[in-house]
């Protein structure tokens, strides 16, 4: 019977564990974290046994780091202390993998241990190990920074699609689709704040466009200095040319250069329906909305019709009253659920629904 050590049960490496027990309900769990969260896992049958100690990882088969990046970095070092088994194969999760490589190589290089570095890039607005869900990996992309047979079997439970990029190629790429779009998200609600002294209807009118492009903004600060830190030279590169990319259009503006701006517009727009978007690093949320009027059991009434669905968050974004209608905001999580809701809604009501 294999063992595996899960170290870190938060979101990822819960909803991992699940995943591992769901093709290899035979393999023997552990998991190490503080002992508050082991009891929960333990409840929740996420893990099989709680480990005591990191000492726990001299009789695992296999090892997997679900930990913020720093604390993955200590992890490794410590665990290069102990008596672990030949050829135990050891993976992480963190979000970028060069100095995780790095320190690898430097430890494990004169050992017979198995390094493979490896980012799910799949994510949630909720975290924790309550929050560990056995389909959060379906369909997403899982980087490995190598090629890994045993790895690969360890994790098909998680139904995600395995592709294999080197560790300075996957910090260039998710530094540009992943950890700026953080930095925008935070900044635009940043700037939006500072309007807002002025202008306080800014807190009231910021839906829409706003609302999506900021909702990663409320991702965790020290998950995301981490990685910042950690793959700075990509980071700042992407802001230069971002900032270069405002005052090209800024000059377009002040030009008055309506047919520049318009190919600024299309551009973007043919671009974005063209690129390939997957779950990602960055949650997607497929978002239907549906008017309701101030009734009793409307709310209810809806949800009935969608008993059968996976529905991520629901939200009432205006606050109802006698003559107006309230926006019902209900979260998918993929776009064939949130069409199939849109179609039955629409056929059981006369509420206006819009996705």
Same mark, same amino acid.
């Given at each position: 019977m $294999? #063992?595996i050590?899960?170290? +870190?049960?938060?979101?990822?490496?819960? =909803?991992?564990?699940? @995943?591992?027990?769901? !093709?290899?309900?035979?393999?023997?769990?552990?998991?190490?974290?503080?002992?508050?969260?082991?009891?929960?896992?333990?409840?929740?049958?996420?893990?099989?046994h709680?480990?005591?100690?990191?000492?726990?990882?001299?009789?695992?088969?296999?090892?997997l780091?679900?930990?913020?990046?720093?604390?993955?970095?200590?992890?490794?070092r410590?665990?290069?202390?102990?008596?672990l088994?030949?050829?135990?194969?050891?993976?992480?999760t963190?979000?970028t993998?060069?100095?995780?490589?790095?320190?690898?190589?430097?430890?494990?290089?004169? $050992? #017979?241990?198995?390094?493979? +570095?490896?980012?799910?890039?799949?994510g =949630?607005h909720k975290? @924790?190990?309550?929050? !560990?869900?056995?389909?959060?990996?379906?369909?997403?992309?899982?980087?490995?920074?190598e090629?890994?047979?045993?790895?690969?079997?360890?994790?098909?439970?998680?139904?995600?699609?395995?592709?294999?990029?080197?560790?300075?190629?996957?910090?260039?790429v998710?530094?540009?689709?992943?950890h700026f779009?953080?930095?925008?998200?935070?900044?635009?609600?940043?700037?939006?704040?500072?309007?807002?002294?002025?202008?306080?209807?800014?807190?009231?009118?910021?839906?829409?466009?706003?609302?999506?492009?900021?909702?990663?903004?409320?991702a965790?600060?020290t998950?995301?200095? +981490?990685i910042?830190?950690?793959?700075?030279?990509v980071?700042?590169e992407?802001?230069?040319t971002?900032?270069?990319?405002?005052?090209?259009?800024?000059?377009?503006?002040?030009?008055?250069?309506?047919?520049?701006?318009?190919h600024?517009?299309?551009?973007?727009?043919?671009?974005?329906?063209?690129?390939?978007?997957?779950?990602?690093?960055?949650?997607?949320?497929?978002?239907?909305?549906?008017?309701?009027?101030?009734?009793?059991?409307?709310?209810?009434?809806?949800?009935?019709?969608?008993?059968?669905?996976?529905?991520?968050?629901i939200?009432?974004?205006?606050?109802?009253?006698?003559?107006?209608?309230?926006?019902?905001?209900?979260?998918?999580?993929?776009?064939?659920?949130?069409?199939?809701?849109?179609?039955?809604?629409?056929?059981?009501?006369?509420?206006?629904?819009?996705?």
């Amino acid at each position: 019977m $294999k #063992k595996i050590l899960i170290i +870190g049960l938060g979101l990822i490496g819960g =909803s991992i564990a699940l @995943g591992i027990k769901r !093709a290899h309900p035979h393999y023997e769990i552990w998991g190490y974290d503080r002992p508050e969260v082991q009891t929960i896992a333990l409840e929740q049958t996420i893990i099989d046994h709680a480990a005591p100690n990191l000492c726990s990882a001299e009789q695992a088969d296999i090892i997997l780091i679900a930990l913020p990046l720093e604390a993955t970095l200590e992890t490794l070092r410590e665990l290069a202390e102990l008596e672990l088994k030949e050829q135990v194969l050891i993976t992480d999760t963190g979000s970028t993998k060069q100095s995780i490589i790095q320190l690898a190589q430097e430890l494990f290089e004169s $050992k #017979k241990i198995i390094f493979v +570095g490896g980012h799910p890039m799949a994510g =949630s607005h909720k975290s @924790g190990v309550r929050a !560990a869900d056995v389909h959060l990996f379906e369909n997403a992309y899982y980087v490995l920074t190598e090629e890994n047979v045993a790895l690969r079997d360890l994790l098909k439970g998680l139904g995600a699609k395995f592709i294999i990029v080197n560790p300075k190629e996957h910090d260039q790429v998710t530094g540009q689709v992943s950890h700026f779009p953080h930095i925008l998200a935070s900044s635009l609600v940043l700037q939006a704040e500072e309007y807002a002294v002025t202008h306080p209807l800014v807190r009231q009118l910021g839906a829409g466009g706003f609302r999506d492009m900021t909702r990663i903004a409320e991702a965790d600060s020290t998950m995301w200095t +981490g990685i910042l830190l950690s793959n700075p030279d990509v980071i700042i590169e992407r802001i230069e040319t971002f900032k270069e990319q405002l005052d090209a259009l800024s000059v377009k503006i002040k030009a008055q250069d309506e047919k520049g701006l318009k190919h600024f517009f299309d551009e973007g727009k043919s671009i974005r329906q063209n690129m390939e978007i997957h779950r990602g690093a960055i949650p997607n949320f497929y978002d239907l909305f549906v008017a309701i009027p101030d009734e009793k059991g409307v709310v209810l009434r809806i949800l009935a019709l969608l008993q059968d669905f996976s529905i991520t968050n629901i939200k009432i974004n205006e606050e109802n009253r006698e003559d107006t209608h309230g926006q019902l905001q209900i979260s998918f999580k993929t776009e064939t659920d949130l069409e199939r809701a849109y179609q039955i809604i629409q056929l059981a009501t006369d509420f206006e629904v819009r996705a």
